[in-house]
Structures are given as structure tokens and as C-alpha cells.
């Protein structure tokens, strides 16, 4: 995988850690912390999805609630960056699904306070999604 089969400068630099997650998953955190400090600003395609959307689908699945809301992060920074609604309706809706039962099933005060801006994402994820069926 290299730069140009991305096509998202913000993604080059990690790359090789995105290479390691795929066969190793106990790197995901390390990942997602990655990605989580990254300020995307490219445009976010399909094949940039193709390779985050397993990953992070992973990391809201994680125990760890630091890498949940690490990759809660991610997802909203890339959500605004998907700027074709065919691509979003293809890649997002696993976000969406695991979006939303991170927001139902934080257990915690303290946790739930992270996770206020979820519903502002996740309509975010659907009205890309229902521009799609437009």
C-alpha cells in the first residue's frame, strides 16, 4: 500500500501503521492514537475508506473505552471530509451502527460526558447517508 493507492496526503504518514494493524490487531490502539493526534484536511475516498472503515469498526468495538472515544474522534474528523455521498452510503454505515452503540452503552458519567457529540456525528453520518438515497 503506498501514498498513491490512498490518494490522501493525510494518511501517508501512516501507512506503515496501517499496514501493521491489518495483520496484527493488537496495534489498533496504537493506531487509533495515531490517527486520533492527525488533522485530516484531504478529501476522504473510497479507497482511504476501504481501509480505515475495518479498522476503526475495530477500535469501537475495543474494551478500551480511551480507543473507543480515540476513534469516535477520527470518525468525526473524516465524516466531514467525505464529500461524495455515493462513497459514504458505500463505506459509512458500519460507523454509524457502531457509533451509536458506543452512545447507548457507555456506562460511566465520566464516559457518557465523552460521548455527548455523538448524536451530532452520527446525524452527520446519516444525512450523508440519506443524501445518498436522494
Do not use: W
Amino acid at each position: 500500500m503506498d501514498q498513491h493507492t490512498l490518494a490522501n496526503a493525510d494518511l501517508a504518514p501512516h501507512i506503515p501503521i496501517l499496514v501493521k494493524c491489518m495483520s496484527d490487531p493488537t496495534s489498533v490502539p496504537l493506531c487509533i492514537k495515531s490517527l486520533s493526534s492527525t488533522t485530516f484536511v484531504a478529501e476522504v475516498t473510497a479507497p482511504a475508506l476501504a481501509v480505515l472503515v475495518p479498522l476503526l469498526t475495530r477500535a469501537l468495538n475495543d474494551r478500551s473505552m480511551d480507543v473507543q472515544r480515540r476513534a469516535v474522534v477520527v470518525i468525526d474528523n473524516l465524516v466531514k471530509l467525505v464529500r461524495d455521498p455515493v462513497v459514504a452510503g458505500t463505506y459509512l454505515g458500519p460507523l454509524v451502527v457502531g457509533v451509536d452503540k458506543i452512545a447507548k452503552g457507555a456506562a460511566f458519567p465520566e464516559v457518557r460526558g465523552v460521548y455527548r457529540r455523538l448524536p451530532k456525528i452520527d446525524l452527520g453520518l446519516r444525512s450523508v447517508l440519506s443524501h445518498k438515497a436522494r
